[in-house]
């Protein structure tokens, strides 16, 4: 469950109150404070024994005012590779679970976009948890903007969530989409057309190479538009770090020219969309 203190006409510096959540035995579960007129999120609160709880609101010195309590619970539900949701927090604090399955090894994305929520940074909090609960990757939106955790590889094999965390006092909509990369090889010398359909859907194309061999890689007649940032090009080693990378500005080209490979073993050219972009892009690897 969740419980949100807002509204508050209770002044003055930090702490100006501390709400409080009791198990049923009267000692405390959770509790924070508010500065001033802020406002107290006390959320993913996991409730350990069946029974009566209680929500204290404790101003602190002589305060007079009042607040706004909100207790809530998260949306639960489930997603499958390859489709979108789109989810909508009503309540003040509410948070939506999505659950999924995933397999040890199994590289996922997970985009957050078409949002609705406004105000700042840290305006959405974007979560992967393992089946155990921990985190296993997360990000942040500006405001309306996307937010996209990609390339997470499953550590285990078991059932995940896709956590969408607003903060503060955010309501809105968001469309969730889970996807996997579309996986490939390509050969040197050859062109191939990628097309990408699922937000946050990432194209890697493997090819063998051979230490000092010298390659070039470039992505035209894009379909994708934007600004600068609508697409990045990587080529990784056969460890899986990056060698090099480049950017494309709205439907441009983008290249890696001239580069010598420092290793013999397979390499992997990446097309990465930005904030959910979906179109087509001709990729061309040449070399000697």
């Given at each position: 469950?969740?419980?949100?203190?807002t509204?508050s006409?209770l002044?003055?510096?930090?702490?100006?109150?501390?709400a409080?959540?009791?198990?049923?035995?009267g000692?405390?579960l959770r509790s924070?404070?508010?500065?001033?007129a802020?406002?107290?999120?006390l959320?993913?609160?996991t409730?350990?024994?069946?029974g009566?709880?209680?929500?204290?609101?404790?101003?602190q010195?002589?305060?007079?005012?009042?607040?706004l309590v909100?207790l809530s619970?998260?949306q639960?539900?489930t997603?499958?590779?390859?489709?979108s949701?789109?989810?909508?927090?009503n309540a003040l604090g509410?948070n939506?679970?999505?659950?999924?399955s995933g397999?040890?090894g199994q590289?996922v994305?997970?985009q957050?976009?078409n949002?609705?929520?406004?105000?700042?940074?840290?305006s959405?909090?974007l979560s992967?948890?393992?089946?155990d609960?921990?985190?296993?990757?997360s990000a942040n939106t500006?405001?309306s903007g996307?937010?996209?955790?990609s390339?997470v590889?499953l550590?285990?094999?078991?059932t995940?969530t896709a956590l969408?965390?607003p903060?503060g006092?955010?309501?809105g909509s968001v469309?969730?989409t889970l996807s996997?990369d579309?996986i490939?090889p390509?050969?040197?010398n050859?062109s191939q057309?990628?097309?990408i359909?699922?937000?946050?859907?990432?194209a890697?194309l493997?090819?063998s190479?051979?230490v000092d061999?010298?390659?070039?890689?470039?992505?035209t007649?894009s379909?994708?538009?934007?600004?600068?940032?609508?697409l990045?090009l990587k080529?990784l080693?056969?460890d899986g770090?990056?060698?090099?990378s480049?950017?494309?500005?709205?439907?441009?080209n983008?290249?890696?020219?001239s580069?010598?490979l420092p290793?013999?073993?397979?390499?992997?050219?990446?097309?990465?969309?930005?904030?959910?972009?979906?179109g087509?892009?001709?990729?061309t690897?040449s070399g000697?």
């Open positions: 469950m969740n419980l949100e203190v509204n006409t002044l003055g510096g930090c702490t100006s109150l501390i409080s959540v009791l198990k049923p035995d000692t405390a924070g404070g508010a500065c001033g802020g406002n107290v999120d959320s993913l609160i409730v350990p024994v069946t009566t709880y209680t929500v204290v609101i404790d101003p010195g002589a305060r007079l005012g009042s607040v909100t619970m998260d639960p539900g997603m499958t590779v390859g489709t949701n789109t989810v909508t927090i509410q939506a679970r999505l659950a999924f397999t040890a590289q994305n997970v957050v976009s949002s609705t929520f406004t105000g700042g940074c840290w959405l909090i992967i948890l393992k089946p609960g921990t985190v296993l990757n500006c405001g996307d937010v996209d955790l390339f590889t550590p285990v094999t078991g995940y969408v965390d903060q006092v955010g309501t469309l969730v996997m579309q490939g390509i050969s040197v050859t057309t990628i097309t359909n699922t937000p946050g859907q990432n890697q493997t090819f190479g051979t061999q010298q390659v070039n890689i470039q992505v007649n379909t994708l538009t934007g600004g600068c940032w609508s990045t080529l080693k056969p770090t990056v060698l090099n480049a950017s494309a500005c709205g439907s441009g983008v290249s890696l020219s580069i010598v290793v013999t073993g397979t390499y992997t050219v990446v097309i990465d969309p930005q904030g959910g972009r979906l087509s892009v001709l990729l690897l000697s």
